[in-house]
């Protein structure tokens, strides 16, 4: 009867350190996986915020959010020269 008991206690203390084991892995299995890269901000000369540069329109090394700020500015420019 003790031996039984005995070998329910090891099976039981085996399914324990398994079953922390298998979360761990788990765990770090899904914290490994590589970051994205970061996207490139620039800011607009007009209106000073920050955006994504795939979404940014250059013009005469400036940046700009839209169009309109784009050809606000340019016309600001024009108008100080």
């Known amino acids: 009867m003790s031996r039984l008991f005995l070998l329910l206690v090891i099976g039981w203390l085996v399914w324990i350190i398994l079953r ?3 979360r761990n ?3 770090f299995s899904i914290n490994n996986e590589p970051l994205p890269m970061p996207t490139p901000m620039v800011r607009c000369n007009y209106c000073k915020i920050y ?3 795939k979404h940014a329109i250059k013009s005469n090394n400036n940046w ?3 169009n309109e700020h784009l050809e606000t500015d340019s ?3 024009t108008k100080v020269n």
Do not use: D, E, S, V
């Open 64 to 66: 700009y959010c839209c």
């Open 20 to 22: 922390r084991w298998w």
């Open 25 to 27: 892995q788990k765990y």
């Open 51 to 53: 955006i994504p540069q």
């Open 75 to 77: 016309i600001n420019q």
